[in-house]
């Protein structure tokens, strides 16, 4: 909804997710869905699919002007790089 106004206004934005938003991170994403794992393996396997989409989706979009907006497991984020601010919607 926040990204369709963006749009509809003219204003640069993607829309992606957490844990997700690359190839490699919907890997790991499943790997988290779909598997037994120990609390410590889970939690390292999220970090490394938020350093993939952070580092190959969120960053370049900031450098290029965009709105990045995304879902996360505990709520909405809307990240907006020339005025260094994270808005996080619970």
Known sequence: MLYEFLVSKKIKAIHTREVGGTI????????????????????????????EHLSKVIVPALADGCFAIGLYVIGLWLWRSNHNSLLSIR
């Not at 991170?25 to 350093?51: G, H, Q, T």
Request: no cysteine; hydrophobic share 55%; glycine share 0%.
């Open 24 to 51: 490699e991170a919907e890997k790991i994403r499943n790997l988290l869905v779909y598997s037994e794992l120990l609390p410590m393996s889970e939690l390292l396997l999220v970090m490394a699919a938020r350093y």
